[in-house]
């Protein structure tokens, strides 16, 4: 199975300065491996991300991608309609990510725009589906604070099946947040 792709690695800093006195710097590295096995009749795609080029296996990444293709050999076409389908752990992180952009968003749920408006607390997913945003754990690319300066820390979204939050910018911080930054515990009114 012919395979395409490409390894990267590098070092970033990222530096922030606000004006309410906040200042700090982080170094970090990261790597990824694609990878792309196709012919004219199958596919497969596979890739892998860490801040470690050790956590990297190129070589198991292209077979992961060419045992997928080869199950999609000669496929046949669905007719339009609806289907139970399995999806691969590509395409679940596909759709969050895309489901993650306004309905995770604290702006989204203040403008209610968000699917979690006027639910939170409530049980809309099955109980195995929990779900959080936590930028310092190491199974991802660890970072200390955001582009505000805001020190993160995990924020439970989705717990159980019960959704639980969202992510709030510092500008819209929730009142608990708002008493530790010392920010006010009011948020902005919305607009109209």
Do not use: C
């Not at 012919?2 to 070092?11: C, D, K, L, N, Q």
């Not at 906040?22 to 860490?50: N, P």
């Not at 895309?98 to 725009?113: N, P, Q, V, W």
């Not at 939170?120 to 754990?137: C, M, N, P, T, Y």
């Amino acid at each position: 199975m012919p395979a395409y792709g490409f390894f990267t690695s590098g070092v970033s800093t990222v530096a922030v300065v606000t004006s309410a006195g906040f200042s700090a710097e982080q170094t970090s590295t990261d790597a990824t491996a694609l990878a792309l096995a196709a012919t004219d009749t199958a596919s497969g795609y596979a890739e892998q991300t860490a801040w470690a080029v050790r956590e990297i296996d190129p070589a198991a990444v292209a077979s992961e991608a060419a045992e997928i293709a080869e199950r999609t050999v000669n496929a046949d076409e669905l007719t339009p309609g609806s289907y139970r389908a399995v999806l691969g752990p590509y395409a679940i992180g596909e759709l969050l990510q895309y489901f993650a952009f306004d309905t995770f968003s604290g702006l989204a749920l203040l403008e209610e725009r968000s699917y979690l408006s006027g639910k939170l607390g409530e049980r809309h997913f099955d109980e195995k589906v929990s779900i959080a945003d936590d930028a310092l754990d190491p199974r991802g690319l660890p970072k200390s604070f955001d582009f505000q300066g805001v020190p993160k820390q995990r924020v439970p979204l989705i717990e159980n099946g019960v959704l639980r939050g969202a992510v709030w910018g510092p500008w819209r911080a929730r009142p608990a947040q708002a008493a530790r930054s010392g920010q006010p515990d009011t948020l902005p009114p919305r607009r109209p």
